[in-house]
């Protein structure tokens, strides 16, 4: 994400609080929808002082006061508290939501957060002291790896805020656990446990390179919050996976959501696509974190009824990095199509005028 990114994001959301801003690009619209399955609002127990192992799913909190979230601290019996403190929440989900798409929306904090799901950082904003800066404008939206969760028993939600002046803790929002369904039905899942390596070595892109040593992280959700916190620069994802033989005759399409920041993707070693620009000596970044990752696959490049290698090549110039958004998987072109809702552009006026 760009300085520039970050600033334009400062901006719009000053101008339009809350709302959920999407981006189009061209005549294509992306397709999806959320909805809230726990609702979160309501009473959480409360503790100023700060402790990592508050976070422990074990810590027993119940000598802590009850606070209603979504609020602040001040209006809640801490008037004038500056510092930290921190928030957690116990609750059931239900397993008819396996294999969704669930994220958490925290709302928004003031100033600084770390969010923990069953003792596992799922997000953080801003920066704690001594290197504190706000992020008391954004909306909190946290993607939670389906490994984390309890499913059919309790989960517990810790949540460690930090506020410099004015009004602390979690102010307001749609506070609750959502679904996001991305309106597409993926014929190959790839979402899940991926291996990942800090770093850059363009022999990472071969089909038989061995990645043994290297990292279990879950896709997608940003390496900050899988164990890389505060890492900018080059790093590597690659994934073993099988493609039936049924699928010869068809087009498929490698969906790898959305990247922060650029991106260079291979199939079986082979170059397949790529947004941004990373071979100049100065990398520029600008809103590609923005984007859909969409790449078609070569038929001559697949090993059908076989396993296949993506290698994918990841810059990421500051905050947050990697494969951090869904849907990640492969589909058909024409559910890709369908999906993007592609339509054909009217030709403008000197367009019909002068031809193509």
Known sequence: ??????????????????EILETDYGDERIERRTSRIIDLRGMWKFSIGDDEIWQSVDFDDSDWENMFVPSSWEDEGYPGYTGHAWYRKKFIL??????????????????????????????????????????????????????????????????RVFNAELSGGILRGQIGVFELDYKIDLEISLQGEWKFMPGDDPERSKADFDDWDWVNVM????????????YDGFAWYRKKFLIPERYRNEQLILLLGKIDDLDQTFLNGYFIGETGNMDGISLFVDDEWLEYRAYRLTNAYINYGSYNIIAVRIYDGLVSGGIYQGPVGIVTEESYQKWRGTKKRKKGFFESLWGD
């Open 94 to 159: 239900k397993s008819e939501h396996i294999n969704k798409n669930l994220y958490l929306d925290m709302g928004i904090i003031d100033d600084v957060d770390e969010v923990y799901v069953n003792g596992n950082l799922v997000g953080f904003s801003g920066s704690f002291p001594p290197n504190y800066f706000t992020a008391y404008h954004l909306e909190r939206k946290y993607n939670v790896p389906e490994k984390y969760w309890n499913f059919d028993g309790e989960n517990v939600i810790a949540v």
């Open 1 to 18: 994400m760009s300085i520039y990114s970050i600033i334009l994001f400062f901006f719009l959301n000053l101008a339009f609080g809350n």
């Open 219 to 230: 896709v997608p959700a940003p390496w900050e919050t899988q164990g890389f916190k505060n």
